[in-house]
């Protein structure tokens, strides 16, 4: 099958490009949002193809995934063909809503458009109106039980965290500073972190942090912090969004919406090197249970195809494969 489809997130581009199809991603001199191409970050494999933005109109696809407002509003129009225009959609909602967390009317208001949100939690605060919609869970490779902890010290993966603030926890980020001994890394960190490591090297530079801190307030379930439990890291986060219903605090890691008691399980981990190692392998075996990326890129390619043939019949494990 042939997606076509934008550059937008370049981890999840590289997790979905794990499936039996073909992604078509536009490129453009100015390399505007969605128009960088393969870039030099991720390994794509030869299923990632890229086309220059005025040639298109000339090529055939099988299903246009949008997956930002721009896309659907304006670039869609700019850059596909009438023809094109009329082919199956998908949008793929990644965050939840920003304006009002309960009371925010989605942009895709459509039956004849599936809307796939990667959490449950987002599913759950999007008003959605009339357009069908489901959830495809984050799904990412499996590099082994690499974690060591022998550094003592947290590690936190976001980029440009100071200029986002709040809603990514910069301040509790701060506070968490003052008294534990974590790292910040990630693209614009600037002072305050160690700076961006690519994602093909993060895996064996993170693995060493005796823990993985989110302090992130609203947000989806951010890949990195799948990335950290399929290692076997002990995350640390708040109690927010869909990572509460990821970590059963005590047991596979530590949520609360209270700083202080993080700060003090921090401690331990930290002082435990043993209780840490236990803790991250119990989240292992969470994500190798939940974040397997065979479910996520199968769950993808039939999606694909139950858009582009309507008629095609789909079968109950097919149906709790998607979390319907």
């Known amino acids: ?145 690499i974690y060591s902890g022998e550094l003592a010290k947290g590690i936190v ?28 890394v990630g693209m614009g960190t600037g002072e305050w972190g160690l700076g961006e490591v690519l994602h093909p090297q993060l895996p064996a530079f993170q693995s060493k942090y005796r823990f993985f801190f989110n302090p992130i307030r609203y947000t989806s379930l951010g890949l990195a912090i799948c990335e950290a439990m399929m290692m076997g890291i002990p995350v640390v986060g708040l109690a927010t969004t869909e990572l509460s219903a990821v970590i059963d605090n005590g047991v596979n890691g530590y949520i609360h919406t209270d700083v202080d008691y993080l700060i003090e399980k921090m401690q331990q981990l930290l002082h435990d090197p043993g209780m840490a190692a236990e803790i991250g392998a119990r989240g292992r075996e969470t994500a190798i249970a939940r974040f397997n990326i065979n479910r996520f890129a199968t769950g993808w390619k039939q999606l694909f195809e139950k858009v582009s043939n309507p008629l095609r019949l789909i079968d109950t494990e097919t149906k709790l494969m998607y979390h319907e």
């Open 1 to 145: 099958m042939k997606i076509f489809t934008w550059h937008i997130h370049g981890s999840y581009l590289f997790y979905l490009s794990q499936g039996n199809y073909e992604i078509y991603i536009p490129t453009s001199a100015e390399k505007a949002e969605g128009y960088y191409g393969r870039g030099e970050t991720f390994p794509f494999g030869p299923n990632v193809i890229e086309i220059p933005h005025d040639e298109v109109k000339n090529r055939e696809f099988d299903c246009i995934l949008f997956q930002t407002n721009q896309n659907y509003l304006a670039d869609q129009y700019e850059i596909l063909s009438e023809e094109q225009r009329a082919l199956p959609k998908i949008y793929l909602e990644h965050d939840p809503p920003r304006q009002h967390p309960t009371d925010t009317r989605h942009l895709i208001n459509n039956p004849d458009i599936t809307l796939v949100h990667v959490t449950h939690f987002n599913r759950l605060m999007w008003d959605c109106g009339d357009t069908p919609t489901m959830v495809i869970e984050h799904g990412v490779t499996d590099h082994g039980a």
């Open 157 to 184: 993966v976001i980029n440009n965290l100071p200029s986002r603030g709040r809603l990514l926890g910069f301040d509790v980020f701060k506070t968490v500073k003052e008294k534990i001994a974590v790292d910040l």
